[in-house]
């Protein structure tokens, strides 16, 4: 049994996003210091497109191998014993038409700055162990067929030089249906979820009250009634939802996590502000996260820059509380301290999330 190796090449650098997200990020940070709807007037991809674009850059593998009739299996690894299978979405295996004896498919979902190994076996026979490298993109775009805005909140570099963890929490839209668009999570998509991202954990930051059967079962459901940007100030069921969100958060069994609200921008950014402000991410960083939002299909459906003000509001009383020069990641700190968090607990979730790159 022959296998030929043909793409990719041997020790390819490839990022996770596309051409489009690429550019989008470009414009925010060439706009740094001036109005924000600057790029998305210059940016203009919105116009007549009615699919997400927060999906990541797929890698296109190709063999060739002398059998079309021997079953043939891709593997991805994070090794190069092939020891520890990576979690990869890997699409649909097709073969030429031509008869050519090629084989191709598609993979997602690769974390940022990690490097993978990968063959290809067949009829007992495994090919050349070749290598890629994915750049330290600080986004990290997660593809779950159905559902849309969907992203790793790992990837980021902190301020001291750590990394948070890949493969943990994630972040997007509900799993139901939503009204007025095609979201809804599929089969495939389920088993992303199941399967691929290993996925334990539904975070549901909608209704604490909903006793409604999950969309998808295997998975441990915590329903809070979660609130965005200033909702969570005052005390109040926004309050308490945030103070069980964080203790979520806290327990390790739990992980990893699916975490959404519906569109999985404001109440699902609001958590992931708070948590990355005290991993230690630049604000810069955790306001981009914020902002990818502009490339999902929501951003049609939301007042995108009435969202921003909200933003602003909730610093804006923070500040009242806490003291007018208190840096943005310090006053998420002061109010997770509020609500009974303690400087261990932030350690706690600092040692969950926080890896060297030594």
């Known amino acids: 049994m022959n296998i030929t190796l043909l793409s990719p090449a041997d020790g390819l650098h490839f990022s996770v996003l596309d051409d489009l997200f690429r550019e989008y990020i470009r414009l925010f940070a060439a706009r740094k210091g001036r109005d924000d709807r600057d790029v998305m007037e210059e940016f203009g991809h919105r116009d007549g497109l009615d699919y997400d674009c927060c999906y990541p850059a797929s890698l296109v593998f190709r063999w060739r191998i002398d059998d079309p009739l021997a079953r043939t299996v891709l593997e991805i690894s994070d090794d190069a014993d092939f020891s520890s299978p990576s979690l990869v979405t890997v699409h649909t295996v097709r073969q030429a038409a031509d008869g050519s004896g090629e084989y191709f498919t598609e993979g997602t979902n690769f974390m940022t700055g990690h490097r993978y190994f990968w063959r290809v076996t067949s009829g007992g026979t495994a090919s050349e162990v070749r290598s890629f490298e994915t750049y330290p993109d600080k986004i990290r775009p997660i593809e779950i067929s159905g559902i849309y805005n969907v992203r790793d909140v790992g990837g980021r570099m902190t301020d001291s030089g750590g990394r948070v963890k890949q493969g943990l929490l994630y972040r997007g839209t509900q799993l139901e249906a939503m009204d007025g668009d095609k979201s809804e999570l599929n089969a495939r998509g389920r088993l992303t979820i199941l399967r691929d991202l290993g996925i334990k954990?539904?975070?549901?930051?909608?209704?604490?009250?909903?006793?409604?059967?999950?969309?998808?079962?295997?998975?441990?459901?915590?329903?809070?009634?979660?609130?965005?940007?200033?909702?969570?100030?005052?005390?109040?069921?926004?309050?308490?939802?945030?103070?069980?969100?964080?203790?979520?958060?806290?327990?390790?069994?739990?992980?990893p996590i699916y975490m959404h609200c519906a569109a999985g921008a404001d109440r699902t950014g609001t958590v992931a502000y708070y948590l990355e402000s005290v991993l230690g991410v630049p604000e810069d960083d955790i306001m981009l996260c914020y902002k990818i939002t502009g490339l999902s299909l929501r951003a049609d459906e939301m007042d995108f820059w009435h969202h921003k003000r909200d933003v602003e509001k909730h610093v804006d009383l923070l500040r009242g509380k806490y003291g007018g020069d208190v840096p943005f990641r310090e006053l998420m700190k002061l109010d997770l301290t509020d609500l009974g968090f303690t400087e261990a607990d932030f350690d706690a979730l600092r040692r969950i999330f926080l890896e060297d790159t030594e």
């Open 201 to 255: 954990t539904e975070l549901d930051l909608r209704n604490g009250d909903d006793d409604s059967d999950p969309v998808v079962p295997e998975l441990r459901v915590l329903r809070f009634t979660g609130g965005a940007y200033y909702e969570v100030f005052p005390e109040g069921k926004h309050r308490d939802a945030l103070r069980d969100t964080f203790r979520v958060l806290l327990d390790e069994s739990n992980y």
